[in-house]
């Protein structure tokens, strides 16, 4: 296995509303920032993650490569799942040896189209889809399996809020307080808000890591699992598949000092905690997580960048990330990073 | 001047015209089919377990299904819900209504779908449901419009009609307040005085025969504020006392007004207020209420 890391991130100011870019004019900032941060302009691979539907348009993703500037040719791909994926692709891109850096990228507006309606397009279409069933609605059924405190969901709301306040790329949310359910149990400020936003993150191998930058966050470990999409053939109330895949990246061989998880509703938190097991000490999400900002197949990468930036900035020694994908956490990558 | 065409916009729809047509395969096929004759079906696993809805594949094992379909439910037993307070546009239902996993009856699995229960508060876990279905059915998952609760409670109209007349001595008695005067009886035996008036000494069981006029000034024993409004009064917060009438032994009951209900208190003094004599009929109703004299109170 060939120690690969990441050596540079960089993000967009996140905006609960449509500001104007396009999604080209969105990721340009980031991929000058990483290119920047690495004097890097040409890398062996490329690979995005984004959604067509979130532009409601084939193929959109294509028109990002603008921003890239793939000429001559450039090797690239793109997967149609948060760019947390694009860089488990391009992480086994690497591992063939040949080339040495790679750039993954992903982006999303989810403030042009109706995201709750949206995501009822990646359901089961013939059980499921037509039944109308919302991302807030099945996110909700699995809070009501959980049976979380309601005390303890304010609480993971106001202090994801709070550190999402502090920190520049997210938006700046009041503390919860006193709304009615949208889909009871869930309160509107146990839902991740509405965010149009980027993110980039550069991959290199072995000795080009080290040129690069000062303290790679080499990836340890890195693992995906998925399980059942119906959602009355699992145990909504725990995710076997975050647990397994966890272990498969070994979170628990080391203390972890920064966890980032893809939390997107307030007891999606708890689940994941006890799914990696994570010691008490550990700070999670120190960024505000996607409850402070969730940039739609962005936000998942963001994750990865948040918990490797520890890494790279000198304050932390092991970090571990999460994305998911998937109603309900059906499908989950863990990726531990260490100084 | 130039509009800032950065933020014009314009409506953008991505739709398939007449819908995305997709085969089925035969195991979801078979469940659609049997919807559509109103029934529900699952598959068995080699393990022996019964997918609903089924799926081509077990998900525990990854191997296929057997053929063998079972029918279950019709009804089902919820394990857990959501409720929807406000509907989307793309919702089943137009009200608020929960959306649910159903374990039916004979199955393994549980299925999403809608339960109609009108309120939040008829849901719970282990509630007991069963397929509303739709009229005109084509094998679709909304071929069922929705899960309702199975009858648990019945609602029973009780109504009959009576005449009723109100008896010699409260009679009597309204006759007198016809008259603006409050009739009571003094009982010959023990000597107690009685107000409204009565035929007989509900202590001595004897018959009464002397009849007395009481005036319409007396002391309030005891009383209660009420907050809820009553059609016999004219106000929320609204007064109701024992109002012992000068020269009575016993207490009756009236409203208290004319003064604010914090002020009330027990030893106040109070007299009747009577509507004109005009518009008097035999009822109570020609009390408004008892108000205070200004006397000093009372020693109870």
Redesign the interface.
């Known amino acids: 296995m060939r120690d690969i890391a990441v050596v540079a991130f960089a993000q967009t100011r996140h905006s609960a509303v449509?500001e104007?870019p396009s999604e080209p004019e969105l990721i340009l900032p980031a991929l000058d920032e990483v290119r920047a941060k690495t004097g890097l302009r040409r890398f062996g691979f490329t690979c995005s993650g984004s959604c067509d539907?979130l532009a409601?348009?084939p193929f959109s993703f294509v028109s990002a490569l603008d921003a890239l500037g793939a000429w001559p040719p450039i090797s690239e791909s793109h997967v149609e799942m948060d760019a947390a994926w694009a860089l488990y692709e391009a992480w086994v891109r690497l591992q063939h040896g040949d080339v040495d850096s790679a750039l993954v990228y992903g982006f999303g507006k989810s403030s042009q189209g109706d995201l709750?309606?949206i995501m009822?397009l990646q359901l089961d279409?013939?059980?499921?889809a037509?039944?109308?069933?919302?991302q807030v609605?099945?996110a909700?059924?699995q809070?009501?399996?959980v049976g979380a405190d309601r005390a303890a969901l304010d609480e993971i709301v106001r202090r994801s809020r709070r550190d999402g306040r502090a920190n520049p790329h997210a938006l700046d949310l009041p503390d919860p307080e006193g709304e009615?359910?949208?889909?009871?149990?869930?309160r509107p400020y146990d839902i991740a808000p509405i965010t149009d936003g980027a993110a980039a993150v550069v991959l290199a191998a072995g000795d080009l890591a080290r040129e690069l930058c000062e303290n790679p966050a080499w990836i340890r470990g890195i693992a995906h699992r998925i399980?059942?999409h119906?959602?009355?053939?699992r145990n909504?109330a725990r995710s076997t598949s975050a647990a397994d895949a966890a272990r498969a990246a070994g979170v628990g061989k080391g203390h972890v000092d920064v966890a980032e998880l893809h939390a997107q509703f307030s007891h999606e938190e708890i689940i994941l905690r006890e799914a990696l097991e994570l010691p008490e000490g550990t700070a999670v999400n120190p960024s505000g997580g996607p409850l402070a900002a969730n940039p739609v197949m962005a936000t998942g990468l963001i994750r990865i960048g948040e918990a490797a930036q520890r890494i790279l900035d000198g304050t932390a020694g092991r970090t571990v990330a999460h994305a998911a994908s998937g109603p309900c956490l059906q499908h989950n990558l863990v990726t531990v990073m260490e100084a | 001047m130039t509009p800032d065409v950065r933020h014009t916009q314009a409506e953008h729809v991505l739709e398939f015209p007449g819908g995305y047509t997709r085969t089925t395969g035969p195991v979801i096929g078979r469940f659609l089919t049997e919807l559509r004759d109103g029934r529900l079906v699952g598959v068995r696993t080699a393990a022996g377990r019964t997918l609903v809805p089924p799926l081509e594949y077990d998900p525990e094992t990854g191997d296929a299904v057997t053929g063998e379909f079972v029918e279950v439910g019709p009804a089902g037993t919820v394990e857990s819900w959501a409720w929807v307070r406000a509907p989307r546009k793309g919702h089943p239902l137009d009200r608020p209504f929960a959306w649910a996993l159903i374990r039916l009856d004979g199955a393994d699995t549980s299925l999403v779908h809608v339960v109609d229960a009108g309120d939040v508060k008829a849901m719970r876990p282990g509630l007991r449901v069963r397929p509303r279905w739709r009229a005109g059915r084509t094998g679709h998952i909304t071929d069922i419009e929705s899960f309702v609760p199975e009858v648990a409670r019945i609602v029973s109209e009780v109504r009959t009609e009576y005449r009723v007349k109100p008896g010699l001595a409260l009679a009597r008695f309204l006759e007198g307040i016809a008259a603006g005067v409050f009739v009571g009886c003094r009982c010959g035996s023990c000597g107690k005085v009685y107000v409204p008036y009565r035929l007989s000494c509900p202590e001595c069981g004897v018959a009464i025969t002397e009849e007395v006029g009481l005036p319409d000034t007396g002391t309030i024993t005891t009383f209660a504020i009420n907050n809820l409004p009553d059609p016999r009064a004219p106000e929320v917060p609204f007064v109701s006392a024992y109002i012992l009438l000068d020269g009575s032994d016993t207490p009756m009951i009236a409203l208290v007004g004319g003064v604010p209900a914090h002020e009330v208190r027990q030893g106040m003094r109070v007299r009747a207020v009577w509507v004109p004599a005009e518009e008097r009929t035999p009822s109570m109703s020609n009390i408004k209420w008892f108000a205070p004299t200004g006397e000093p109170d009372a020693e109870l």
């Open positions: 449509d104007g539907y409601g348009a709750r309606e009822t279409p013939y059980y499921l037509p039944l109308g069933l919302d609605s099945f909700a059924l809070a009501r399996a009615e359910p949208e889909v009871d149990p869930l399980e059942p119906y959602l009355g053939m909504l």
